[in-house]
């Protein structure tokens, strides 16, 4: 099924938006138990809120609501500057269940890609877990190529990962910062 309405991207933050994500995550409780291993909690959205990657501050954190029309159909967050300072790195992409399989991750992917061409950065990059594999079709339809390995290490979370990048090309990814 074909998604009938576009989609647009919402600045969220902690302040204005804790409980709605909480909602989102309960929905999409699927994808939690699978990262995290437990239903999601306030610390599970506190740390879709705060977690940054290394050696970076959290001013290089962004928050979005997926939205269709005035539902919020799932959440992204994104480290600015992460790898590297030209990358973006996609922290979560997480979309209510109701509203997967309609095009809407391909979409709100597509918004990314095309701020992020935006800001000048060179390429989109994120860590998928190994055992997520419908999320590795996903990425991989959408022009996510393999970077790098990331297994678990002792002192993980003992997920192995997959480090995929997507290199922008500013001629392909559109015009679409509007939205
Ligand atoms: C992965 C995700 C963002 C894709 O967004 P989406 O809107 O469902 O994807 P689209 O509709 O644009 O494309 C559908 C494709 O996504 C993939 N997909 C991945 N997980 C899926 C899911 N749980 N349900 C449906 N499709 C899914 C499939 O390859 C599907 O293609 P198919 O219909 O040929 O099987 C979304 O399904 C999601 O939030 N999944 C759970 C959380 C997750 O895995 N996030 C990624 C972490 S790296």
Same mark, same amino acid.
């Given at each position: 099924m074909n998604c009938v309405s576009e989609i647009t991207l919402k600045t969220i933050s902690a302040e204005n938006d804790f409980e709605d994500v909480l909602d989102l995550a309960e929905r999409a409780r699927d994808y939690v138990l699978l990262e995290v291993g437990h239903a999601p909690d306030r610390t599970y959205v506190q740390q879709f809120f705060e977690a940054t990657p290394p &050696?970076?501050? !959290?001013?290089c954190l962004m928050h979005f609501a997926v939205m269709q029309d005035s539902a919020i159909a799932g959440v992204i967050c994104i480290a600015d500057?992460?790898?590297? !300072?030209?990358d973006w790195w996609l922290g979560l992409v997480l979309l209510d269940p109701a509203y997967r399989g309609r095009g809407i991750g391909k979409q709100a992917l597509d918004l990314i890609k095309a701020r992020a061409a935006a800001a000048g950065r060179q390429a989109v990059k994120l860590a998928v877990l190994d055992t997520n594999i419908r999320a590795k079709m996903f990425w991989a339809r959408e022009g996510f190529d393999l970077h790098r390995l990331a297994p678990a290490t002792p &002192?993980?979370?003992g997920h192995d990962r997959i480090v995929l990048s997507f290199r922008i090309d500013t001629e392909e990814v559109g015009h679409e910062t509007d939205r």
């Amino acid at each position: 099924m074909n998604c009938v309405s576009e989609i647009t991207l919402k600045t969220i933050s902690a302040e204005n938006d804790f409980e709605d994500v909480l909602d989102l995550a309960e929905r999409a409780r699927d994808y939690v138990l699978l990262e995290v291993g437990h239903a999601p909690d306030r610390t599970y959205v506190q740390q879709f809120f705060e977690a940054t990657p290394p &050696d970076l501050g !959290p001013e290089c954190l962004m928050h979005f609501a997926v939205m269709q029309d005035s539902a919020i159909a799932g959440v992204i967050c994104i480290a600015d500057g992460y790898e590297f !300072p030209e990358d973006w790195w996609l922290g979560l992409v997480l979309l209510d269940p109701a509203y997967r399989g309609r095009g809407i991750g391909k979409q709100a992917l597509d918004l990314i890609k095309a701020r992020a061409a935006a800001a000048g950065r060179q390429a989109v990059k994120l860590a998928v877990l190994d055992t997520n594999i419908r999320a590795k079709m996903f990425w991989a339809r959408e022009g996510f190529d393999l970077h790098r390995l990331a297994p678990a290490t002792p &002192d993980s979370d003992g997920h192995d990962r997959i480090v995929l990048s997507f290199r922008i090309d500013t001629e392909e990814v559109g015009h679409e910062t509007d939205r």
